[in-house]
């Protein structure tokens, strides 16, 4: 079956200082698609950042890039110039494209004043 | 476009009450989906639709059933609502085959059970 796991429940880091957050996957698959989604106190759920598996190259967008090793099958998220806006909580989700999404149990990350 | 739009916010019920949530979406997606979240469980799949007419269970389908009323709308019913239905309720939707594969979701219920 598939998993995510994501091993850091909360972390904080001043802004503007640059934060990673870890995930990884276990799939006996070779094609799939990796997303990071973030959950503001808003609750909305917001796509940050996808990556697809055959793509070697990194996914990034503006502030948000990604570090994906398909061999250790890990996933990190890295936000750099961390802003007061970017406080949430992060998931990290796979699929194997079957219709179905798996999400991590989350990061709430806090940026701090 | 609205996107997904669910329906209440908010919800408190007795224990042994029904109700149902409404899901919706006008992306003209095929699938559809219910999670529910729970602290420190992240999102959790009750059911999901992959067509209209369609219905399939996920991680959690006990105590709730579902209806594709047609390719907009998914409602999520509570026959007899139970204390550990205390949850936030997400629908999302998606359109698999496309180049994305993600999930666009709604603004979530948050449903109390007494």
């Known amino acids: 079956a598939q998993t995510v796991t994501q091993s850091q429940p909360e972390m904080s880091v001043q802004e503007a200082e640059t934060v990673t957050l870890s995930c990884t996957y276990d799939t006996s698959e070779s094609n799939y698609y990796l997303f990071w989604y973030k959950q503001p106190p808003s609750r909305q759920m917001i796509l940050v950042i996808r990556q697809e598996a055959y793509k070697q190259q990194n996914a990034t967008e503006n502030r948000f890039s990604v570090n994906f090793q398909k061999a250790a099958k890990s996933f990190s998220l890295k936000i750099s110039d961390s802003q007061l806006g970017d406080t949430a909580m992060y998931f990290c989700?796979?699929?194997?494209?079957?219709?179905?999404?798996?999400f991590g149990k989350g990061t709430r990350l806090h940026i701090l004043p | 476009n609205a996107g997904v739009t669910q329906t209440p916010k908010f919800q408190v019920l007795k224990t042994g009450q029904s109700m149902t949530l409404q899901c919706a979406q006008d992306m003209n997606h095929n699938s559809m989906y219910w999670y529910r979240q729970d602290p420190g469980m992240g999102l959790r799949l009750i059911y999901y639709s992959a067509s209209e007419g369609t219905t399939d269970k996920g991680e959690v389908p006990n105590g709730y059933n579902v209806s594709r009323l047609n390719k907009r709308e998914f409602s999520l019913r509570l026959e007899s609502a139970a204390p550990s239905q205390t949850s936030v309720y997400f629908c999302a939707s998606s359109r698999p085959g496309t180049a994305s594969y993600e999930q666009y979701f709604g603004p979530g219920t948050r449903l109390t059970v007494t």
């Open positions: 989700a796979f699929t194997n494209r079957d219709d179905k999404i798996i």
